[in-house]
């Protein structure tokens, strides 16, 4: 299905990435370990599994929506979310880094003040809210549209590219 070049635009819709680039994260995934061994269904595509994973970390909607957009239970995209997870946390220090020198820094700041004429800068923060399905016991934070939610914030580099 997702092989399919038709599935272009969906991808880039739903997923927030085109086809290369959804196509390279399947890889990347499956090269760090997301066999998705866990899973009790075989009947979904490696690709499916992670697409579905992508739309829900995209979106404001919850593993019901994920899962009737993809054709999966809930509890199922619940475990394939919690493998790929897992495993981003595992090598985000691999893949997530800061600069260590003077002169790291100084790139990036170079990189923000020639461009855009913002000297001093050394990296910008941007935040979103991301709706959440609220769990039974949840006491967590409620956005002022009053539904629960989890703040994910990220720091870019003057490429737009997470540091």
Known sequence: MLQ??????????NLRCTRSTFFRIASFLQ???????????????????VAAVLYFLGSA????EVGAAM???RSY???????VVRVLNA????????????DGWTAVEDGFAS???????AGAIDGSLIAIERPEDYDGFYCRKCYPSLNVQA?????????
């Open 4 to 13: 399919s070049s038709a599935y272009s635009s969906w991808l880039e819709t």
């Open 31 to 49: 090269e760090h370990g997301v066999a998705f061994a866990q899973a009790k269904v075989k009947k979904h595509s490696y690709e499916k599994k």
């Open 61 to 64: 909607g919850g593993y019901r």
């Open 71 to 73: 054709g999966m239970a």
């Open 77 to 83: 995209v619940m475990e394939i979310t919690t493998e």
């Open 91 to 102: 090598v985000a220090p691999a893949v997530i880094s800061f600069p260590r020198s003077r």
């Open 115 to 121: 461009p855009h004429g913002y000297p001093g800068v």
């Open 155 to 163: 720091i870019v580099s003057p490429d737009r590219t997470f540091m």
